[in-house]
């Protein structure tokens, strides 16, 4: 994942937790650190608000609600991380954790073989170890996207296919767009996989 940026400004609030709306917005819905999706895990009830920065007495608690620290984490990634601060310099210190909003992931982590993900970098490294960023959890739902992402690539093939065969025996203007509709239909519904199914009020009761 590349450079992340935030588009949000909410207003200040005393509770951390008040910005996880914002947050989940801004991350597209996605853990910041192994990017499995809101849908994935039945939405932002499983997710929390992660402190980049460890909002710990002794660390830096005058950070816990500066809307800056806050990311959008899953709720496996964030115990593993925890109050763990190696470094407040990753790129230097070669080693810690990394700030998606400030450094570009795609230059510190590479996907791997078996649908495992690789440090590049001393910090993609660390990361990869702390956070268990190849538990089996990831690596199989890494495989069930790469499948649907293939059946989804096979399916738009042979529905072409179809379509070009069928303007050759001169097709009526209902049966050509009946094809080109289920074709339109089809591409937005992949595009529209991404877009969050919950809502943050579906919890509301539990909280
Ligand atoms: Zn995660």
């Known amino acids: 994942m590349a450079l992340r940026q935030r588009g949000s400004s909410p207003p200040q609030y005393k509770r951390y937790q008040s910005y996880k709306r ?3 917005v801004d991350f597209e819905y996605e853990c ?9 895990v039945g939405g932002p009830r499983f997710f929390t608000v992660e402190h980049y920065r460890p909002k710990a007495d002794d660390k830096f608690p005058d ?21 763990d601060w190696p470094s407040d310099d990753p790129i230097l210190d070669d080693t810690g954790y990394l700030d998606p909003c400030e450094h570009d992931f795609d230059h510190h982590f590479a996907g791997d073989r078996g ?24 690596r199989k739902m890494r495989m069930l996207r790469r499948r649907a992402e293939r059946q989804h690539e096979r ?3 042979l529905l072409h296919e179809f379509a070009a065969e069928l303007r050759n025996v001169r097709p009526t203007s209902l049966q050509l767009h009946r094809v080109e509709s289920h ?14 199914i919950y809502d943050i009020e579906d919890y509301r009761e539990d909280e």
């Open 183 to 196: 074709i339109a239909q089809k591409i937005q519904q992949w595009s529209d996989r991404l877009k969050p």
């Open 115 to 138: 649908f495992r993900v690789r440090g590049l970098t001393g910090p993609g490294r660390y990361m990869v170890e702390r956070l268990h960023l190849n538990r089996n959890q990831l």
């Open 155 to 157: 399916e738009m093939e």
């Open 63 to 83: 950070l816990a609600t500066v809307y800056s620290n806050l990311l959008y984490g899953c709720q496996v990634c964030n115990p593993f991380k925890l109050d």
């Open 22 to 24: 914002y947050l989940r």
């Open 32 to 40: 910041v650190y192994c990017s499995i999706h809101e849908n994935e």
